[in-house]
């Protein structure tokens, strides 16, 4: 039973990390229709600047703040500089051009911070606790990583529900068309989009970096179980995204945990094969007709 408890709360502890990162492809995909497969790039770099800011004296905190707002703005910057120069021309060319991105990123982190995965410090003690005299697989820093997604999500959740921004946002996302009509800015939505997408997906990489080496090529296997939550949740669904993650979190550290680590990555694709299977739309999204 403890081993299953260990299980359970290390599952929810990963699951969470997955869920923002899917929740940062489920923002993209909202807005343009693109599967941003430089996410993990992009929480890479932001990851790398969040050290370079610890190693020069910086606080963990003050290394928080800057990675969060160099996600922010590396989200702009690529929505404005290539993805829309891409509007209006065949998905596939946008497919590319992500893929294209995450390896120039994984290359300029290379040649600036090296190809030695280096250790990032944790915000809170990694020890789990201490409960009726026995020590489970979950500490301080995990509950600080549960409650920074959960948190990030109702936050996303208030601003698309009940701010003037977050309605032309979604409007944009709705029906371009419509929203122009209505004087949407609808390439600033797009941009901010964008941004919170990777502001989003910098908060997974931080959080997840103590727990880890970091370095150019390590997000690339949270990126492949984040797409998969993202799928299993909808990617029309940030709640879907949210439940996913948490889903496949907890299903990946059972089949860990009683099967073998080596089992967890196809365990992942057989996830993902069976939705797209019997529920290629996710199990959270409805399929709606949209009208003007």
């Not at 990126?223 to 996913?244: E, K, N």
């Not at 694709?269 to 009208?291: C, H, K, N, T, Y």
Request: net charge positive.
């Amino acid at each position: 039973m403890s081993r299953f408890v260990d299980l359970t709360l290390n599952g929810i502890s990963n699951g969470m990390i997955y869920a923002a990162v899917a929740l940062s492809l489920v923002l993209i995909w909202r807005a343009t229709r693109i599967i941003n497969f430089a996410q993990g790039g992009m929480m890479m770099i932001t990851t790398f600047i969040a050290l370079s800011v610890v190693d020069a004296g910086g606080s963990y905190w003050l290394a928080f703040c800057v990675a969060l707002a160099s996600g922010f703005a590396i989200g702009a910057v690529t929505e404005r500089a290539l993805v829309r120069s891409l509007e209006g021309g065949p998905p596939l060319n946008a497919v590319i051009a992500t893929l294209g991105l995450l390896i120039l990123l994984q290359a300029v982190a290379g040649m600036i911070w090296g190809n030695t995965p280096r250790s990032f410090p944790p915000a809170y003690s990694i020890r789990g606790y201490e409960i009726s005299g026995r020590h489970v697989l979950f500490g301080p820093f995990d509950t600080f990583t549960v409650l920074a997604v959960l948190g990030a999500a109702a936050a996303l959740a208030v601003l698309f529900r009940g701010t003037g921004i977050g309605l032309q946002m979604r409007a944009s996302a709705f029906d371009a068309l419509a929203a122009r009509l209505q004087g949407v800015r609808v390439t600033r939505m797009y941009t901010l989009g964008w941004a919170l997408a990777a502001l989003t997906g910098s908060l997974a990489g931080v959080l997840v970096a103590p727990a880890v080496f970091v370095g150019p090529n390590t997000f690339d296997a949270i990126l492949v179980f984040a797409f998969t939550a993202a799928v299993l949740g909808g990617l029309d669904s940030p709640v879907g995204a949210i439940i996913g993650g948490l889903v496949l979190g907890l299903s990946l550290s059972y089949v860990s945990g009683y099967a073998g680590s080596s089992l967890v990555t196809l365990a992942a694709l057989a996830i993902l094969i069976a939705v797209l299977m019997v529920r290629p739309e996710g199990l959270f999204s409805v399929a709606r007709a949209r009208r003007i």
